[in-house]
C-alpha cells in the first residue's frame, strides 16, 4: 500500500537515511522533525494511518483480521462518499452522524470494531495534526455482550429476541464432525481427503485452535515431551506462543493422515512444510504443497453441518467455544483453561465459566424445599 514499506526490508544502517528522505521529500516533518501531516495529501493520511497503526512490524496480522480491517476501511469510504465527504471534512457532526449510521446498522460486536478503527484513524490523524481536533472523544460504543453469543432475530417486530450461545453439546460436536469426510466429493485421493478432514474435525474439537491457528500448523509444529506425550506448539493471536497437548484418537487420526499421504511419521522439528494442504487433483509425491485456505475450511464446516442436519449458523469458531466450556465443565482449572485456549486475560475465560454457573443454577434450587 505504501512505498515506506519496503524499508522493513533495509538493514538498520540503512533504515534511517531512507526514511529520513522519503518523509523530508514528501513533506510529512516538522519543524520539530516530528511526523506532520498538517498539510498532507489524504492519500499520505490514509496510507502513514495503515504503516503506523495497521501494519506495522510489531505484529503480524492474519488473514481474517485483515479482511476486518479492510472492510472497516470501506464502509467507512461509502459513508464518506454517499455524503459528498472527504477526510477532511471529517467534524464532530460527522463523528456524530457516522456513530449512528453503524450502530443503527450493524450488531453490537461488528459497530464496536468498525467504531474502534473510526476512533484509531481519528486519534492517529489528532497526533499528527492532520485533525485540529480531538475528535473521537465523541465516538460513544455499544455495550458489548458478555460471552460467545449470536443474536437471531425471530420476530420482525423486536430488534433482538434471543440470545444463542455459540457452540455445541458434546453429542453435536461428535456427530457434526462425523460428517466431516463425507463432504469429499472428488474420486481422486479420495481416501487422503477424507483422513484429512477428519483429522481437522478432531483437532477443532479437542484442541480449541483457532481456525488460523490450525491452518498455519506445519509437520515441525508437533513434538514429545520428555514423558513421551504428544504436544503442539502454536502460534496465535497477537503472535503469543503457546503448547496444546495433543489427544491420543487425535494424534493417531495424525499419524493415519501422514501415512496415507505418503508422508514420514517421524517428527520433524524443522519441518516447516504445511500439515494441511490441497490434495484436489494431485498425485504423490505431494510436492507442490499450497497450503489451505480458510474458505476452504469454511465450506468444509458448514457442508459436514448441513449433512448433519444441525444449525447452519455453526462455523469453526463454535468448535473452540465448545472446547473451552468442556474443558470447565470437567473441572480443568482455570488458569489451565486459560493458557490451553490462549486467551490474553483471564476474564476472558471466566466468562465461559459465568454462563456455567448460570446454567447450573437449577442444582441450587432442587435443593431448596418450596413446598411443606
Not at 481422486?188 to 478432531?202: C, S, V
Not at 493458557?339 to 442444582?363: C, K
Request: proline residues 3%; aromatic residues 12%.
Amino acid at each position: 500500500m505504501n512505498d515506506l514499506t519496503l524499508f522493513d526490508h533495509v538493514t538498520s544502517d540503512q533504515y534511517l537515511s531512507h526514511l529520513k528522505n522519503k518523509l523530508e521529500h514528501r513533506q510529512l516533518l516538522d519543524e520539530h522533525r516530528n511526523l506532520s501531516l498538517t498539510d498532507s495529501s489524504e492519500q499520505d493520511f490514509l496510507e502513514m494511518f495503515f504503516l503506523e497503526k495497521i501494519l506495522s512490524a510489531d505484529r503480524e496480522l492474519s488473514p481474517h483480521t485483515l479482511k476486518a480491517y479492510r472492510s472497516d476501511a470501506k464502509t467507512l469510504l461509502i459513508f464518506l462518499t454517499e455524503h459528498s465527504l472527504s477526510f477532511r471534512d471529517i467534524g464532530f457532526p460527522e463523528v456524530k452522524a457516522y456513530n449512528k449510521y453503524i450502530k443503527d446498522k450493524y450488531a453490537a460486536k461488528s459497530a464496536i470494531r468498525k467504531l474502534e478503527f473510526f476512533r484509531r484513524l481519528l486519534d492517529f490523524g489528532y497526533k499528527t495534526q492532520f485533525y485540529k481536533a480531538h475528535l473521537s472523544t465523541w465516538i460513544s460504543k455499544p455495550p458489548a455482550k458478555k460471552g460467545h453469543y449470536i443474536i437471531e432475530e425471530t420476530r420482525p417486530e423486536e430488534r433482538q429476541t434471543r440470545v444463542q450461545v455459540r457452540e455445541l453439546n458434546q453429542r453435536d460436536a461428535e456427530y457434526v464432525i462425523s460428517f466431516f469426510p463425507e463432504v469429499v466429493k472428488a474420486k481422486q485421493n479420495r481416501e487422503q481427503l477424507q483422513k484429512r478432514n477428519l483429522l481437522i474435525g478432531y483437532l477443532l474439537y479437542t484442541t480449541g485452535l483457532r481456525a488460523s491457528e490450525l491452518l498455519s500448523l506445519n509437520w515441525g509444529s508437533f513434538r514429545y515431551n520428555r514423558q513421551g506425550f504428544l504436544f503442539a506448539d502454536v502460534i496465535g493471536k497477537g503472535g503469543k506462543a503457546r503448547t496444546l497437548p495433543i489427544r491420543e484418537e487425535t494424534s493417531d487420526l495424525l499419524f493415519n493422515y501422514r501415512k496415507c499421504i505418503g508422508e514420514s511419521v517421524e517428527i520433524d522439528p524443522y519441518d516447516t512444510s504445511p500439515l494441511f494442504f490441497a490434495l484436489y487433483n494431485k498425485k504423490e509425491p505431494y510436492t507442490d504443497k499450497k497450503r489451505l485456505t480458510y474458505p476452504s475450511l469454511y465450506k468444509i464446516v458448514k457442508e459436514a453441518v448441513h449433512l448433519a442436519g444441525k444449525n447452519s449458523h455453526v462455523s469453526p469458531h463454535w468448535f473452540r467455544h465448545t472446547f473451552v466450556t468442556m474443558l470447565l465443565e470437567n473441572d480443568v482449572p482455570l488458569a489451565v483453561v486459560k493458557d490451553w485456549a490462549g486467551h490474553s486475560d483471564i476474564s476472558t475465560t471466566n466468562l465461559y465459566l459465568e454462563r456455567i454457573n448460570q446454567d447450573n443454577t437449577h442444582v441450587h434450587l432442587q435443593k431448596v424445599n418450596l413446598f411443606r
